[in-house]
């Protein structure tokens, strides 16, 4: 039986991405044991951690008091198998290569107790074909935090066939704690979040190679029109608000100038032909009444303001500025 509550955490791999899940992990009261490929590099990247910890703090990025917590809650362990040896969740983060996260997560599993939870920060690499390192892999899942980790709050949650469901409850309750929000999706190469965030990047360096837009101006448009809903709403509230009757009256046009792998999928001409348009129809993939709708346009409005705003108050990005300074082609150097 897995442990119910993490209390002690062993981060294994304290690169960019390992370094802040631990950071993440001791602001929400967690000791936390690093370790990689050596002694000396763990120690160093503590240290990285720990100056980062504070910077981040100055500029009031982590609550006051942070630097504090985490030079009091992470600790560089001379190797994996001490950072992991009483650790009641490891999380691995190791590059994303599957022969070098096979054999860290043999290593971890031999060194660990038998009710320790393990998970993988893999971003595409399937439960399945990563639990063959395991013994037992009813305590093994990927726990997907998403960079930078510290501050991006999504985290995608894959189980395996054989994860025990209180595995992931308790996962899920250890992301409470550090103030995340979390979704199960099924285990499958990329998951969900890279299916997407790939099929997005070959679109754009699609256009970009056929001479319809440059990089700034692919970049611009995604952050300035639906990207900048992104934060409030995903793809199937947006069609939802959007009609998605509409939306297959655009893939037709799609289709007809762009071929067939624009045809509207099945799961949206199905709900369109049971008169289910969207919120200006009562329902498409969410369901809303009258007084839901108006709470939702309410809402829609009040976040495009709050999101306009707070980017004036940022100001451009270093990329903007650096696109801009290049001309107007955009085009890398």
């Not at 002690?8 to 370790?35: D, F, H, K, P």
Request: charged share 20%; aromatic share 6%; net charge negative.
């Amino acid at each position: 039986m897995a442990v119910s509550e993490v209390h002690r955490a062993a981060v294994v791999g304290t690169g960019y991405m390992g370094g802040g899940i631990a950071q993440s992990l001791a602001l929400a009261g967690v000791e936390v044991q690093l370790a990689d490929a050596d002694a000396e590099l763990t120690a160093r990247n503590l240290e990285r951690l720990l100056r980062e910890g504070a910077v981040f703090e100055g500029a009031g990025l982590f609550p006051a008091g942070s630097a504090e917590v985490l030079r009091e809650r992470l600790h560089a362990a001379a190797s994996i198998e001490e950072a992991v040896a009483d650790a009641d969740f490891v999380e691995e983060a190791v590059p994303e290569v599957p022969a070098v996260k096979l054999e860290v997560l043999a290593r971890v599993e031999a060194a660990t107790r038998p009710d320790t939870i393990v998970g993988s920060n893999t971003s595409t690499i399937p439960v399945a074909q990563l639990a063959r390192a395991f013994t037992d892999p009813s305590r093994f899942m990927t726990v997907h935090f998403s960079n930078p980790a510290p501050f991006i709050p999504g985290v995608e949650l894959v189980a395996g066939e054989a994860t025990d469901p209180a595995v992931v409850e308790a996962v899920q309750a250890l992301l409470v704690r550090l103030g995340r929000r979390s979704a199960q999706v099924a285990d499958v190469p990329g998951f969900v979040l890279n299916r997407l965030q790939f099929v997005l990047l070959k679109e754009a360096m699609a256009v970009v190679e056929e001479g319809i837009a440059t990089p700034a101006d692919v970049d611009t448009i995604v952050s300035t029109t639906f990207g900048f809903r992104l934060p409030f709403f995903g793809p199937f509230g947006i069609a939802d608000m959007a009609g998605l009757d509409t939306y297959v009256r655009g893939f037709g046009i799609l289709t007809e100038g762009l071929g067939e792998r624009f045809t509207a999928p099945r799961l949206l001409t199905d709900v369109v032909d049971s008169g289910r348009h969207g919120t200006k129809s009562g329902g498409g993939f969410y369901d809303l009444g009258p007084d839901d709708l108006q709470a939702l346009v309410d809402y829609r409005d009040r976040a495009y303001v709050a999101m306009a705003r707070l980017l004036a108050e940022l100001g451009p990005s270093p990329l903007q500025t650096a696109a801009l300074h290049r001309g107007a082609d955009g085009a890398t150097p």
